[in-house]
Each structure stands twice: as structure tokens, then as C-alpha cells.
């Protein structure tokens, strides 16, 4: 059987799942803040490669290309397809949703399919796999939420801008996005205070306080550039209300912490909601988990009276690599689907 690399180039992060005999036998992720310059992706190319091997086939999925160093989307596109090609060889085919694998210099013609085409990938092997379907992957920086059944992906939008207004792309992500984008007031000591609009704390300090933030998914440096402890994102978290982490105890904080993941929740399950309501799947359909954030979406699919499956569960994967698997649904689902979606 083929041997293949999945790769998912995102602004922040590389991820890639080599599949192997039938199975996924490898996943890897590696910081890649594109917007600091390119030799970051080429950092993490050759972290990951050393530890893949000799690969004949790859496969490839972007939304690197929103990276403010790029002049647009289609610059984006155009030159990470051409580093790439450069990088991995002429056996790169790159994905571009229902119109399947084209080549990286038709990559450029076809950058508005191609751009930010990952979400589409995990949901056409979700929709190989179930009957129906909610995919729900939060990442980092976004989540998304893709209805799929009869073996078909059934999003009612497809670029960023479409899929925003659709419910489906929600800009709140599980460790990267600045509290400030989540709530502009929380509860404390009694009352309901505003916050300040900086780039004080991000929810990987929230999640951190609140008992659910696995450190190794939290791969960026914090707000402040200092340490990823519990002092210190509490130090970061009280200067989102203007105070000092020694106006308020430990449990204040955990409390205020705990009020913007429930904030966070309350985006996701208005999306979800959103969605839902074009009644795209029936009332039993599952949501699939994906994503660095599986613990907050699994208490997303509670309010919505739904069952879960992990998306690690979709294709053949060994059970010490399905956590990995879950956190890099594109790259595995690139890796791992026998042919293009139609």
C-alpha cells in the first residue's frame, strides 16, 4: 500500500500524519509562525522529515496563506505551493476541497479552493466514515463546524468569509486567541467588571487556571513572552481586569478563568446552534471531535444532547497515536483518504 505524508500548513503550526500500510503510523507537530518569515516552515520541514523517513508521496492543505507577510490570499497560496514543491518534491499534490488534488503550479490558478481547504478534508473522511455527521475541530486559533452526511460534505459556505457568516469558521481557538476576543466583561468578587482591550492573557492561560489546558498543546509564547505557570497566567489574566494577581486568592482566579472558557463555550454553541438550524443532519447524528480542544467541544456536544466520536476513530490508527491523530484531523485525513472527495 502506499506510503504517504499528510501535511496541514497553518500560520501558527505544521502538523503531518504518515500513512503507512493501510494505517496512520506517524503524526507530528511543529511550531511554524509563519508571520515572522518562512524560514520558520523550513524549521519545521526538516524537524519533521528527519523523523519521517523517505517519503515517495505527499499530500497537502494550507490556511498559511493568511499570514500577514503574504500581499493576499493568492500570494499566500502561490508561494507556499512553489516553497513546498521546492521542499518535497514533484510527487506534491495539494488539496483543494471538492475539486480534489491538483498539482503546485495549479495551485495558484485555484487558490481560492485551495486556501483554508483543511476543514474540508477532515469532513470528507468524516463523511466516508459516518452516515452523518457535526465535525468539530478547535485548533489553537479557529474551530470549525461541518455538517456531513450521505457521504457528503454539506457546508453552506466555503471561503473564510462565507463559512464566518455561516456558523461554520468561529475565530475562537482553544489556546492562541487573546481573552479579549472572548468577553469584554466577567464576574468577579461579586460584580460583573469590564476588561481591557489588550493583548494582556489568551485563553491558554484560561485553560491553564481551569485545570483543562494540556501543556504540550500549548506551543506559542504566552502575551507577556514570560513563563507558562500557574503564577504567571494568573499575573497575565488580572491585568485583564487592571489588577494585580495579589488583589484577588488563587480560587478568584481559577473562578475568573473558568468564566472565560464558559464564554468561549457560549460562542461555540451559539455556531453550533447556527448551524444546526439549516437542519443539515438529523437529531441523533454525532459530533466528531477533533482538535487540540476536544475537552471544551465535549461539553459542547452535552448541550447539544449529542453523542460523541473522536476522530481519531475514523481510519485505522494505533491507540497510543489517537490523541495525536484527533489534534491533526487535515494532515491525517490527507494521509489517510483512498480517493478525492467528489
Known amino acids: 500500500m502506499a506510503r504517504r505524508l499528510g501535511w496541514d500548513v497553518g500560520g501558527a503550526h ?73 521542499r518535497l518534491g514533484p510527487t506534491l499534490r495539494i488539496y483543494a476541497g471538492p475539486a480534489g488534488f491538483v498539482g503546485a503550479e495549479a495551485a495558484a490558478r485555484h487558490f481560492a479552493m485551495v486556501g483554508s481547504a483543511n476543514w474540508h478534508a477532515s469532513a470528507a473522511l468524516a463523511a466516508q466514515a459516518l452516515p452523518e ?117 488563587d480560587a478568584q482566579w481559577r473562578g475568573v478563568a473558568q468564566a472565560f472558557v464558559e464564554a468561549q463555550l457560549r460562542h461555540l454553541h451559539d455556531a453550533a446552534l447556527q448551524v444546526l438550524s439549516r437542519q443539515p443532519v438529523g437529531p441523533d447524528a454525532p459530533l466528531v471531535l477533533a482538535g487540540i480542544g476536544r475537552p471544551l467541544l465535549a461539553r459542547l ?12 476513530d475514523l481510519t485505522e490508527v494505533p491507540s497510543p497515536l489517537r490523541a495525536a491523530a484527533s489534534r491533526a484531523a487535515p494532515a491525517v485525513a490527507l494521509a489517510a483518504l483512498d480517493q478525492p472527495p467528489a
Open 14 to 86: 505544521l502538523k503531518a500524519a504518515l500513512f503507512d500500510g493501510g494505517r496512520i503510523v506517524g503524526v507530528w507537530q511543529q511550531p511554524s509562525p509563519l508571520w515572522q518569515g518562512l524560514g520558520h516552515l523550513d524549521t519545521a520541514l526538516d524537524a519533521i522529515l528527519a523523523l519521517a523517513g523517505d517519503v515517495p508521496e505527499h499530500r497537502l492543505t494550507m490556511t498559511g496563506e493568511l499570514a500577514d507577510i503574504f500581499d493576499s490570499r493568492a500570494d499566500g497560496v502561490a508561494r507556499l505551493a512553489a516553497r513546498l514543491a521546492e
Open 133 to 249: 455527521a457535526v465535525l468539530v475541530d478547535m485548533g489553537s486559533t479557529t474551530t470549525d463546524i461541518v455538517p456531513v452526511g450521505g457521504g457528503q460534505v454539506r457546508n453552506h459556505g466555503y471561503t473564510d468569509s462565507e463559512r464566518m457568516a455561516a456558523g461554520e469558521l468561529v475565530y475562537q481557538g482553544f489556546t492562541r486567541t487573546s481573552l479579549m476576543a472572548v468577553a469584554n466583561r466577567v464576574p468577579f468578587d461579586g460584580r460583573t467588571v469590564p476588561l481591557m482591550a489588550e493583548h494582556f492573557a489568551t485563553m491558554a492561560d484560561a485553560q491553564r487556571l481551569a485545570g483543562q489546558l494540556d501543556e504540550g498543546d500549548d506551543q506559542m509564547p504566552t502575551a507577556d513572552g514570560r513563563g507558562k505557570t500557574p503564577a504567571a497566567s494568573r499575573a497575565r489574566l488580572a491585568r485583564m481586569l487592571g489588577l494585580d494577581a495579589q488583589d484577588a486568592d
Open 301 to 312: 456536544a452535552d448541550r447539544l444532547g449529542r453523542g460523541i466520536v473522536d476522530f481519531g
